[in-house]
């Protein structure tokens, strides 16, 4: 069976491989025999736990409201804090920190380098989802052409950092507070 190459609907991800009349799943790499006409089917299955808008990149100062799915269902507050806990590995600020409501503060003596936030769900410690987070402690925030993101998004991020761009000069410019 080959890997797929479907774009998953949101908050779904690709299991496996199906033949009709057939109850085995064949995952890709797996060789079947075909002796006539088949139909065969990709299967999928809602991801447990999801962080959706994490930034990617930070400056000291940041502060974001995180948002969790939780099997494709967006969790509140309180819906959070009852389902998710929430950890940070790798900050260097005792300042840096998130919520039990997803609330994620750095710290504005965090130091330029990366950490993970991690959102694992409280009945199931095997069940989590973590992104990078990228601090970024330069005067020009770089948003490299690898990013995922469309332009605005990187406006979105931009206005939440503090910058913003001036499209009259072409140039990326701290806000005035």
Do not use: C
Request: no cysteine.
């Amino acid at each position: 069976m080959p890997e797929h190459s479907f774009t998953a609907l949101q908050h779904k991800k690709f299991d496996h491989w199906k033949v009709e009349n057939s109850d085995t799943k064949y995952e890709p790499g797996d060789e079947i025999e075909i002796t006539g006409d088949i139909w065969i089917y990709a299967n999928w299955v809602t991801i447990p736990i999801e962080i959706w808008d994490a930034p990617a990149k930070v400056l000291p100062g940041h502060v974001s409201s995180i948002i969790i799915f939780i099997n494709g269902i967006v969790q509140d507050g309180t819906g959070i804090e009852t389902k998710v806990n929430f950890t940070i590995t790798g900050v260097n600020s005792s300042d840096t920190k998130i919520s039990k409501s997803g609330y994620l503060e750095v710290g504005s003596d965090e130091t330029e380098g990366q950490f993970i936030l991690r959102a694992t769900k409280i009945d199931n410690e095997d069940v989590y989802d973590e992104v990078i987070i990228k601090v970024v402690t330069s005067n020009a925030l770089t948003i490299s052409k690898n990013d995922f993101t469309t332009v605005g998004e990187k406006e979105t991020v931009l206005n939440d950092q503090g910058y913003y761009w001036n499209k009259d000069n072409q140039t990326l410019e701290i806000k005035k507070i």
